[in-house]
């Protein structure tokens, strides 16, 4: 009793510091739609489903671009370097990131709904663009910059939504909003590269934007905003530039960002000139979006019973291993194990983020915003991460990969260091 009562002063002094920081307007709080025991009712649950299709169409999309780099390297864009082509997706994944800055407060503001309304228009128009594009710049402006801010418009909410309707099972709430990411990079390419040989590259784009458009359909009908929720006066929240736990996890997600995603773009034609399996290649970038499916599931439902940091290191760091491990193999075995167990162990790295910060968060509320703070950072990981991987490869491949394993490793020491900043040396904690 005497432990639990001296906690008190400090979450008051915790509330009235964030208070004199970041004003509010203050309505009924906690998680909204629970029920009486904390558990989340249906109509948080058709928010895990209305986020898990805004992950299928932004993080989905943005994983299938492996197979893009493929049929641009030997199609269209053949007179261009990989590097050049890899800014494309890269740009994606940048204002995904980027925009978040914008998209955060927003949200934070209760505008979820028109959120979602101008992000599909714009990926689904984007990928029409692109369709019809057969110059660079075309599909830069059409796949890179328009279909870049659609995914945009979607993240911020497919992540903070959920925080506000669960307070039990959150991180296997958020684990199962993002394995949308993982369907969309099974499906997609699959059905893309399917199709390619019989309609063209133009109807095969299109047909994506046509099944995109459907699949939007559910979060445009159930998504929107707890009926009680705090609603920020300003947009920023100051106290996360005192929060050095935070501002450390955000360093370890720009190293995390830079390397995590290489196999996801290269792993296909580093196959290819390894003259592997030709019928067995179009699938190595589904089988490893297949692999994080399961990432974003099992360790999420771990990280309810141990702490999200702690399981996004342990598994950040076999997701390191693995890719020095990358430079030994040869084999078409090698490469599909090395797929599955690099998709499952970086799958987390995704999912578990949004956790995290809401774990060292001092009011969920305003998580939309921190969720932008973090990712604004982020968003220069992920724009140059593919294309110094792409210069790297015209070396050879061993630079690739070993670069791709130590901005991993380089993520993995910063989060351990966010960690003991958070709770000190003290291992046996949950976070």
Known sequence: ?????????????????????????????????????????????????????????SWGLINTFGAFQTIYQEGILRNHTPSSISWIG????????????????????????????????????????????????????????????????????????????????????????????????????????????????????????????????????????????TRPKHVMDKTVFKDYAFLMFALSSVFGFIGLYIPFYYIQLYSLERHLSIKVIPYLLPILNAGSFFGRIVPNHIADQIGSLNTAIVCTSVASLLGFVWIGIYNLPGVIVFCILYGFFSGSFLSLGPAVVAALSPNPEALGSRLSLLFLPASIGVLIGNPIAGALLESGWIGLQAFCGTCIAMSVLLAILARILSRGVRFAIKI
Not at 22 to 47: C, H, I, R, Y
Not at 125 to 144: A, E, K, N, R, V
């Open 1 to 57: 009793m005497e432990h639990k009562t001296s906690k008190e002063p400090l979450k008051a002094s915790t509330a009235r510091q964030y208070s004199s920081d970041f004003d509010v307007e203050q309505m009924p709080s906690g998680p909204a739609s629970l029920k009486d025991n904390g558990s989340p009712t249906t109509t948080a649950w058709l928010q895990c489903a209305g986020a898990f299709f805004l992950f299928l169409n």
């Open 90 to 229: 890269s740009f994606q994944s940048f204002l995904l990131f980027f925009c978040g800055l914008l998209v955060g407060p927003l949200f934070d503001a209760g505008h979820v709904v028109p959120l979602v309304y101008a992000g599909s228009f714009l990926i689904v128009f984007g990928m029409m663009m692109t369709s019809i594009s057969y110059l660079y710049w075309h599909i830069f402006l059409g796949q890179g910059l328009l279909v870049g801010l659609g995914c945009a418009c979607f993240f911020i909410p497919s992540v903070a939504i959920l925080p506000l309707y669960f307070k039990k099972n959150m991180a296997l709430a958020m684990g199962i909003a993002a394995s949308g990411s993982s369907i969309g990079g099974v499906m997609y390419p699959i059905l893309f590269q399917r199709i390619l040989p019989q309609i063209g590259f133009g109807w095969a784009t299109r047909t994506l934007a046509f099944v995109m458009l459907g699949t939007l359909m559910i979060p445009l009908c159930i998504t929107k905003m707890p009926p009680s929720t």
